[in-house]
């Protein structure tokens, strides 16, 4: 989320008005991230996020657009993209499943650059997060998952196993020796993963990819909080849930400064999770290798952003550091996760 393109004032409010939004009050650029130019949006009519895409071109967005479309309107907390007003439906089956033209007009362009504007959600996020908190994710990636099943979009996981074997000799030469050795390990180890029979068959679909603490809500107004929404999908694709689990579990269950698992934390997210989706036979076997998988992805992608940086007004890199440690925990440790090994009696019916 950081600034790439600047958005002058009045071809942002041009934007707002013809989406039917009101006359623009603010426009203020977002600091953090590392992909895309985001700006917060006033305006009469309430608060909105305006995201200018500078890596994913106009073919690849609707994807992105209409899964977010598509969760919800299935009750899952997800910012709505905003359509052009004529062309959204109002009433029947295509609230549900929106015509080819409505899924086109989710897409604009400001500045040159294809551009959606996406309702702000309420809340705050928890940077520190205790088990409940867990609890409370757990619970919403698994109904995630399972209101994703009748999408009927397919794109592959732009940051997968592909992406890896392309990026890893580009980020090669920045590395010590120790570093290099890592590398190469555990992504041969990852091919070998995937090439297996029981990694093609985990039940898969759409996934989030990247729901660390900063990409979800909570509402802390009230005596009970409560998670109210994730945004953010722009990592999105179709993978095995499995490894969306696992993104998840390597940010939300681990000590930031050591990368180490935290016990109390994953139970209570895989628990949740369980309770909605119970986890198949082989997805409790590759949990471990799947923990390694993500946590690679990240140090790949960090390392990238890190020694290869875009230019731009507003942009703090990742330090890659980080995922390394929680890639040395996760390799050193092949069954890290006190991981019950069979399924809960009881699960919630999609």
Request: proline share 7%.
């Amino acid at each position: 989320m950081a600034v790439y393109t600047n958005v002058g004032f009045d071809e942002a409010d041009a934007l707002v008005q013809r989406l039917g939004l009101g006359a623009l009050s603010d426009l203020r650029g977002i600091e953090g991230g590392i992909e895309n130019t985001n700006y917060f949006v006033h305006t009469a009519k309430g608060a909105y996020v305006l995201t200018l895409f500078e890596r994913l071109s106009a073919e690849q967005l609707p994807y992105y657009l209409c899964l977010m479309q598509h969760l919800a309107r299935r009750g899952i907390p997800v910012p709505e993209p905003v359509a052009e007003p004529q062309v959204r439906p109002a009433t029947g089956a295509d609230l549900v499943q929106p015509t080819d033209r409505a899924r086109c007009e989710l897409l604009h362009f400001v500045a040159g650059k294809p551009a959606a504007v996406v309702q702000r959600l309420s809340g705050r996020s928890e940077l520190s997060p205790t088990a409940w908190h867990c609890a409370e994710l757990g619970s919403l990636l698994a109904r995630m998952h399972l209101a994703g099943r009748d999408f009927d979009r397919v794109q592959p996981n732009l940051r997968g196993l592909g992406w890896w074997n392309d990026t890893a000799p580009v980020v090669l030469p920045h590395l010590d020796v120790p570093q290099s050795a890592l590398l190469r390990s555990e992504l041969a180890y990852q091919n070998h993963i995937a090439a297996s029979s029981a990694y093609k068959a985990l039940p898969r679909g759409p996934v989030h990819a990247d729901l660390f603490r900063d990409n979800v809500m909570f509402d802390v107004e009230g005596s009970t909080p409560r998670l109210s929404g994730v945004f953010d999908f722009y990592f999105a694709g179709t993978d095995t849930w499995l490894f969306d689990l696992a993104v998840c579990l390597n940010d939300w269950a681990i000590d930031l400064p050591t990368g180490r698992h935290e016990a109390a934390r994953a139970a209570a997210l895989l628990d949740a999770y369980q309770t909605v989706r119970p986890l198949e036979a082989a997805e409790r076997q590759l949990l471990p290798a799947m923990l390694r998988a993500a946590a690679l992805r990240f140090w790949i992608s960090r390392l990238w952003d890190f020694h290869l940086p875009r230019e731009a007004s507003m942009l703090t890199p990742h330090d890659p550091t980080h995922f390394e440690r929680v890639l040395r925990e996760r390799a050193g440790a092949p069954t890290p996760l006190a991981l019950p090994l069979q399924a809960p009696h009881e699960a919630v019916a999609a």
